[in-house]
């Protein structure tokens, strides 16, 4: 059967990256508005229904506005905002971070895509929860950087209007109420939102998250090697997935330590470093923020939904 797929916002930054990796698809058709019509109620109404899986890249309101001109039963959608990734009646689109979460995904008809920051995060912190290695109350903080991209359209043309001129490492967030807090608490397991400062670096795309753990802080101090064997056990019972965990090995400075590294592909790596004489440690995520941060992660959720081969149909 060829899966009728409309992605609502496909000019956007997200939406126009799906559509490329979805392009050569045989098993689908793609669904394409005509650009005058773009925010059209009623051709994007026509357009919802018809589609056997919707895929918004819009605006949290707009998403919304969609949502809810969604009158057929057999349309289902994959969410690329914010605005339903704790909702009730939704399935987080993080196929790896759970056991069950890619037959839940699976079996969905609202998917919500995660964050790019939360993605490191509950990739880095959940294992270790679940392992009872990092206290759930323990006050974490998390920083990275990300390429422009991730503001999508506006941040991208401020950027590329400043050229070299534009700051090369702007932190932001710094009233410490990013919107991502919400879903990064909800699904990491811990039980108050992390110290999060994000940044945003003079170029196009990738990114690069880190987590510090002063372990003499614990209630009982893990070494590196437990850390990492917790994160790497998590990663290696989740089939089709796509996080990757470095050898400990190797994490004493990695050539992968880039945050444009895995551009273009839809790998998470994640990297442990520890000295366990110091009781401190350092947990690195790497991924593009428009491949498994957003249209990669879109794409593998969508296989997911339609029963589609990860390793063969996903444009890495
Ligand atoms: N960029 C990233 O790295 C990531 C983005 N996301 C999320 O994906 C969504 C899209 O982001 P992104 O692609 O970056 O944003 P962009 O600003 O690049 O694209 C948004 C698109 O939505 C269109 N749009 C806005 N309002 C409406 C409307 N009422 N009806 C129809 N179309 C509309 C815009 O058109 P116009 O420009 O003409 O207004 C634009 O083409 C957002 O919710 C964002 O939070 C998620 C993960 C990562
Ligand atoms: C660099 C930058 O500005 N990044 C965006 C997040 C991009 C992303 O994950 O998208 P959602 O908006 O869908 O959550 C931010 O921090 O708001």
Same mark, same amino acid.
């Given at each position: 059967?060829?899966?009728?797929?409309?992605?609502?916002?496909?000019?956007?930054?997200?939406?126009?990256?799906?559509?490329?990796? =979805?392009?050569?698809?045989?098993?689908?058709?793609?669904?394409?508005?005509?650009?005058?019509?773009?925010?059209?109620?009623?051709?994007?109404?026509?357009?919802?229904?018809?589609?056997?899986? %919707?895929?918004?890249?819009?605006?949290?309101?707009?998403?919304?506005?969609?949502?809810?001109?969604?009158?057929?039963?057999? @349309?289902?959608?994959?969410?690329?905002?914010?605005?339903?990734?704790?909702?009730?009646?939704?399935?987080?689109?993080?196929?790896?971070?759970?056991?069950?979460?890619?037959?839940?995904? %699976?079996?969905?008809?609202?998917?919500?895509?995660?964050?790019?920051?939360?993605?490191?995060?509950?990739?880095?912190?959940?294992? #270790?929860?679940?392992?009872?290695?990092?206290?759930?109350?323990?006050?974490? @903080? $998390?920083?990275?950087?990300?390429?422009?991209?991730?503001?999508?359209?506006?941040?991208?043309?401020? $950027?590329?209007?400043?050229?070299?001129?534009?700051? @090369?490492? %702007?932190?932001?967030? #710094?009233?410490?109420?990013?919107?991502?807090?919400?879903?990064?608490?909800? $699904?990491?397991?811990?039980?108050?939102?992390?110290?999060?400062?994000?940044?945003?670096?003079?170029?196009?795309?990738?990114?690069?998250?880190?987590?510090?753990?002063?372990?003499? %802080? =614990?209630?009982?101090?893990? @070494?590196?090697?437990?850390?990492?064997?917790?994160?790497?056990?998590?990663?290696?019972?989740?089939?089709?997935?796509?996080?990757?965990?470095?050898? #400990?090995?190797?994490?004493?400075?990695?050539?992968?330590?880039?945050?444009?590294?895995?551009?273009?592909?839809?790998?998470?790596?994640?990297?442990?470093?520890?000295?366990?004489?110091?009781?401190?440690?350092?947990?690195?995520?790497?991924?593009?923020?428009?491949?498994?941060?957003?249209?990669?992660?879109?794409?593998?959720?969508?296989?997911?939904?339609?029963?589609?081969?990860?390793?063969?149909?996903?444009?890495?």
């Amino acid at each position: 059967m060829v899966a009728r797929v409309f992605i609502d916002g496909e000019a956007g930054t997200t939406g126009l990256q799906i559509r490329e990796r =979805l392009a050569a698809r045989r098993d689908l058709e793609l669904l394409s508005i005509p650009d005058h019509l773009r925010k059209d109620l009623s051709a994007r109404a026509d357009l919802l229904n018809a589609a056997d899986v %919707a895929i918004l890249c819009l605006p949290d309101d707009a998403a919304k506005e969609s949502v809810s001109l969604i009158t057929s039963d057999t @349309t289902r959608v994959i969410d690329a905002s914010t605005a339903y990734r704790v909702a009730e009646g939704w399935d987080y689109g993080f196929a790896e971070m759970a056991k069950d979460q890619g037959a839940k995904i %699976a079996a969905s008809k609202r998917v919500s895509n995660p964050g790019c920051w939360p993605q490191g995060l509950i990739a880095l912190t959940r294992p #270790l929860i679940e392992a009872g290695l990092l206290p759930a109350d323990l006050p974490l @903080t $998390y920083n990275g950087i990300s390429g422009y991209s991730g503001g999508g359209k506006s941040m991208i043309a401020d $950027y590329e209007a400043a050229g070299a001129g534009a700051n @090369t490492f %702007a932190p932001y967030a #710094l009233t410490f109420n990013h919107k991502h807090l919400p879903e990064m608490t909800a $699904y990491s397991g811990l039980t108050k939102a992390p110290l999060f400062t994000p940044s945003v670096g003079n170029y196009y795309k990738g990114m690069l998250t880190a987590i510090p753990l002063q372990l003499s %802080a =614990l209630p009982k101090v893990p @070494t590196g090697a437990e850390l990492h064997a917790a994160i790497a056990d998590h990663f290696a019972a989740i089939k089709d997935g796509f996080v990757e965990v470095a050898p #400990l090995a190797d994490t004493g400075s990695s050539k992968d330590l880039n945050p444009e590294a895995h551009n273009g592909t839809n790998t998470l790596r994640l990297h442990v470093f520890a000295n366990d004489a110091r009781a401190q440690a350092v947990l690195i995520a790497v991924y593009d923020n428009l491949g498994k941060g957003a249209s990669g992660a879109a794409v593998q959720n969508l296989n997911l939904m339609l029963g589609v081969d990860a390793a063969t149909s996903l444009a890495a």
